[in-house]
Nanobody, 128 residues
Framework: QVQLVESGGGLVQAGGSLRLSCAAS????????MGWFRQAPGKEREFVAA????????YYADSVKGRFTISRDNAKNTVYLQMNSLKPEDTAVYYC?????????????????????WGQGTQVTVSS
C-alpha cells in the first residue's frame, strides 16, 4: 500500500514557476515508477510526466516538454514536478500517482490505468 500527499500548488502569474512535491509512504517507494497527471475544469485527466523506477528515465507530455521537470529523491520518498514558464492553460488540479514495479512500462506510463495509487491533488492556477 502506498499513500501519496501532494503539496506546492498555488496561484502564480503566467511565466512564473512552481514546484510540486508528492510525499509517499511505504518502504518500497524506490521500486515504484511515479507519474504526474492533471485535470482542468470540464476536461478529462491527462498525463503530464513520469519517471521510471528502474533507470530513472523521464517522460513528458508534448504540452509541457522543455518547461516541466520530474525528479525523485528516494531518500525522502518524494517525487517533484518543477514547472517553469507557466501558462494559463496549465491551470488544473495536479495529481501524483504510483505505478507498481510489476506493471509493464510501455504503453502504460502515460495512462491512468498504469497507476494503482493516487494522491488527493493540488490546485495550480496560472493567471494571465
Amino acid at each position: 500500500q502506498v499513500q501519496l500527499v501532494e503539496s506546492g500548488g498555488g496561484l502564480v502569474q503566467a511565466g512564473g514557476s512552481l514546484r510540486l512535491s508528492c510525499a509517499a509512504s511505504g518502504r518500497t517507494f524506490i521500486r515504484y515508477s511515479m507519474g504526474w497527471f492533471r485535470q482542468a475544469p470540464g476536461k478529462e485527466r491527462e498525463f503530464v510526466a513520469a519517471i521510471r523506477w528502474s533507470d530513472v528515465s523521464t517522460y513528458y507530455a508534448d504540452s509541457v516538454k522543455g518547461r516541466f521537470t520530474i525528479s525523485r529523491d528516494n531518500a525522502k520518498n518524494t517525487v517533484y514536478l518543477q514547472m517553469n514558464s507557466l501558462k494559463p492553460e496549465d491551470t488544473a488540479v495536479y495529481y501524483c500517482a504510483a505505478s507498481p514495479p510489476a506493471t509493464p512500462w510501455s504503453g502504460t506510463y502515460n495512462v491512468e490505468e498504469g497507476y494503482d495509487y493516487w494522491g488527493q491533488g493540488t490546485q495550480v492556477t496560472v493567471s494571465s
